[in-house]
């Protein structure tokens, strides 16, 4: 547990409308922190969808999500906000002296006097195995976070996926000082998602013998002194087999949790952050919700909307944070407050 971080804004999602709430919030001259149980930026975007095209955004006619997360973050660059990434926000409390504290599961806390929720669907986690028993080995020998060479250096790997992340997770195991002693790839039958040189890849290394592939689909577990020693299979035959292993890898994909968004004790709808339209503030005062996690009339979960809301938000913050200051309405074409605070004055 570290020392509660001061802050005037806090951002819960860096999807593309907390990336936007980033700059909206700069050019109102508020610094902001931004956390996201990803380790990437760009929310759905990046996730599920980065190589596609959106046709959509006002005045780019065409990009992938990928080149709108990259655009956004050089939109946001000169507000230098501070990424806490890899981290899910679980709580959020309210301090005696009305500001807010959200805690992460990592044990970071930041004392925030306004907070931005831009959760989208939720938080994305990777999905886990469901076998009973399995998850008393998890963080020891069972691993559904990023993959990390250390993990299974020179010990024998099992990696249960068939999408890319589980065949360059293979291909990366098969190699280098920190190659595992085997490495083998469980998935329930012969076909991947994976990408096409990566599935290449992956038939040419079992073809020489540096990995295996082997189908079946998990039914249960050998342990012995309190350590996992083999996977119980069903293949595709019928038949019950086992897969010796030390280290168990899943890369089974991403699914959002709403999660903690719900116990938050703030209005809902349908699984939605109910908000106003004024300034897209939540029951709560100083707690705004922008993007796809809330819902009022005539929404629509488009990233162009969740424009809009972030701006409004914007406003409606320095409202509260500088009530003695006339919120004026200016230009980025002419304003040279705007000029100095996006580093161009
Ligand atoms: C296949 C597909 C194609 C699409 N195409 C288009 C399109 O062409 N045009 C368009 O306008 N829209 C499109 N959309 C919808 C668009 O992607 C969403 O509207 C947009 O991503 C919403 O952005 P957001 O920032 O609100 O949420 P998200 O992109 O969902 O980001 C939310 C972020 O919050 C994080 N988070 C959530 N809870 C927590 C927590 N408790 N702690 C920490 N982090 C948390 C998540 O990890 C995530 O990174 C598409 C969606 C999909 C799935």
Not at 35 to 64: S, W
Not at 73 to 102: M, Y
Not at 279 to 306: H, M
């Amino acid at each position: 547990m570290t020392a509660p971080i001061d802050t005037e804004a806090l951002v819960i999602g860096a999807g593309p409308v907390g990336l936007f709430q980033v700059f909206q919030l700069g050019l109102q001259g508020i610094h902001c922190h931004v956390v996201d149980a990803l380790p990437h930026v760009g929310g759905q975007c990046a996730e599920l969808y980065a190589g596609k095209p959106i046709y959509d955004i006002p005045g780019i006619p065409f990009c992938t999500g990928r080149e709108l997360v990259e655009r956004l973050q050089q939109q946001i660059a000169p507000f230098k906000p501070t990424l806490h990434l890899g981290q899910q926000v679980d709580s959020i409390e309210r301090l005696p002296d009305q500001r807010l504290k959200v805690s992460t599961g990592s044990g970071c806390t930041f004392h925030t006097n306004t907070l931005f929720i831009a959760a989208g669907v939720g938080a994305f986690v990777p999905r886990r195995m469901l076998l009973d028993g399995l998850s008393a080995f998890e963080g020891s020998q069972v691993f559904a976070e990023h993959p990390a060479p250390e993990r299974w250096a020179s010990q024998h790997l099992v990696v249960a996926g068939e999408g890319d992340a589980a065949l360059q997770t293979c291909l990366s195991a098969i190699e280098g000082p920190q190659a595992a002693a085997s490495v083998t790839l469980l998935h329930r039958r012969d076909q991947f998602s994976a990408a096409p040189d990566l599935i290449a890849q992956m038939r040419q290394a079992c073809a020489e013998g540096r990995m295996r592939f082997v189908a079946g689909q998990p039914t249960g577990l050998r342990t012995a002194n309190g350590h996992l020693q083999a996977l119980e299979l069903l293949n595709p035959q019928g038949d019950t087999e086992w897969l010796s292993l030390d280290v168990l890898q899943t890369c089974l994909g991403l699914s959002p949790k709403l999660g903690p968004v719900a116990q938050w004790g703030l209005a809902m709808e349908r699984k939605q952050l109910v908000v106003n339209t004024e300034n897209f503030g939540t029951s709560e005062t100083g707690i705004f919700a922008v993007g796809d996690i809330n819902t009022y009339p005539g929404k629509k979960k488009l990233i162009l909307c969740g424009f809009h809301e972030a701006t409004l938000a914007a406003f409606g913050a320095v409202a509260l944070l500088r009530p003695a200051e006339k919120t004026l309405l200016q230009y980025t074409t002419t304003s040279t407050l705007l000029h100095q605070r996006l580093g161009i004055a």
